[in-house]
């Protein structure tokens, strides 16, 4: 049998305070024009204005976490937390 592929996303995990189910959240595209992806890809990656930019820098996206997410298996709702803070200043 031929090896098929997949491609690996990014997910949030977090595990239900009511129910102790394991959910998985795909972060949230944001949909920033080219100037504004442009400066959160050098802020992330450290390049100053001056300095060139990567060939295929615009594959870059910028994701933000869901500000709720829901249980999938009993429905509770929670307020999301982000203990990262990377795209904090865009
Ligand atoms: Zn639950």
Redesign the pocket.
Known sequence: MEDREVELRTAFYWR??????D?FDLPHKLDLDEGQLEDAYRDMNDIEDFQELPADWRNFEVCQIPAKVT??????TFLAVDDTNEIDDL
């Open positions: 239900c305070e009511d129910c102790g189910f959910n249980c999938e298996q009993c429905g509770s």
